[in-house]
């Protein structure tokens, strides 16, 4: 039996808590791209002391009650083929980084998943196969590349509540074909009342909380509007008696960061990229020590090296911003 016959057969004994025995995840959202990932990507996610990545390909639909769901191969970027997954989960692996699998949904003129709610039954089951089929296709692929976690959905609120039978199937499909760790991604407003967390391995939140609706809030303000929700998401993690992952998590480098984080308008607030990194700081020194807490993903991290981010950026990435050495620092305290 070689060294990797021997991980997995420890794995498949101890289970999750094998996985939870290691380092807090130290993650990154992984943006696909056309290119091949290569080994100096795996330099940058060292250099912040991230120790995971998220691969996400994504799905398409025309409109939140269209029960067509469009995955082509030859119409998507690299990064986000079976072939691309696999050369980017040998790249980073190569480098120590192990892997989220994330498929997820992108609705034309970026609608919101969370609102997925089609008209009609004949519509549900139209729509639900094509979702079947592109998770389990992407299950598949995970358990041959034997990658670590894998996601079932994100920010799928309407749809999980309307459909609850065909989540637990699903759950059970996907357990057959894949003997890694599962969780999925709830939006922050949808977590307390997802119901399959018990026949999953982590409790996944996407944890864009508003937490305040000042211009510029203090590391001691956002600490404090983190309390209410901390209490609630740590309840549910011992009722449950699973560890929680931030499946997302992040800032843009705007003014009124804290007010609606999950906001992509890029032309209303000002760059501030001293909130952006007192953010950061905020919710890792929040919940990064708790015994019941597994880690996060950073959303977004991009592959290219230079004309990303910067200090007149106010999206969500890091990258070539002060944020960018505070997460360095952060990870770099729950690393190995």
């Known amino acids: 039996m070689n060294r990797s016959q021997i991980l997995l057969f420890v794995f498949a004994i101890f289970g999750v808590g094998f996985l939870h025995s290691q380092s807090k995840i130290n993650g990154l959202s992984f943006v696909s791209s056309g290119e091949k990932a290569e ?28 029960p067509e769901l469009n995955y082509d191969p ?23 980084i192990q892997i989220m699998l994330k498929p997820q949904i992108w609705i034309r003129k970026g609608a919101f998943t969370g609102h997925i709610k089609m008209s ?61 760790k599962l969780t999925y991604a709830a939006n922050w407003d949808e977590y307390e009342e997802t119901f399959f967390w018990d026949a999953l391995d982590f409790i996944g939140i996407d944890a864009y909380f508003p937490l305040s609706e000042e ?41 009124y960061l804290g007010a609606k984080p999950w906001l992509v308008d890029k032309n209303k607030e000002a760059v501030n990229l001293a909130a952006q990194s007192r953010a950061f700081q905020a919710i890792i020194d929040t919940f990064w020590s708790q015994h019941w807490f597994q880690g996060g993903f950073i959303w977004k991290w991009f592959m290219y090296l230079e004309g990303v981010g910067g200090p007149e950026n106010n999206r969500f990435t890091p990258q070539n911003k002060p944020a960018e050495k505070t997460l360095r620092s952060l990870y770099g305290h729950y690393s190995n």
């Open 39 to 66: 080994a100096v990507h795996v330099t940058q996610f060292q250099e912040v002391q991230a120790n995971w990545a998220a691969l996400m390909p994504f799905a398409m639909m025309r409109s939140t009650a269209s």
């Open 120 to 180: 009609t039954a004949e519509d549900w089951v139209l729509f639900e196969n094509q979702y079947r089929c592109f998770i389990l296709r992407f299950a598949r692929l995970a358990q041959e590349l034997n990658i670590s976690l894998f996601c079932i959905g994100t920010e799928l609120k309407a749809f999980v509540r309307a459909r609850p039978a065909f989540w637990k199937a699903l759950i059970e499909e996907i357990r057959a074909v894949y003997k890694g």
């Open 215 to 255: 211009r510029d809030p203090s590391y001691e303000t956002l600490v404090q509007a983190w309390q209410p929700h901390y209490s609630k998401i740590q309840g549910l993690a011992l009722s449950c008696n699973k560890k929680v992952l931030f499946t997302e998590y992040g800032y843009r480098s705007v003014d």
């Open 74 to 96: 030859d119409r998507q970027w690299y990064g986000e083929t079976e072939a691309g997954i696999q050369q980017y989960y040998e790249t980073l692996s190569e480098g120590g």
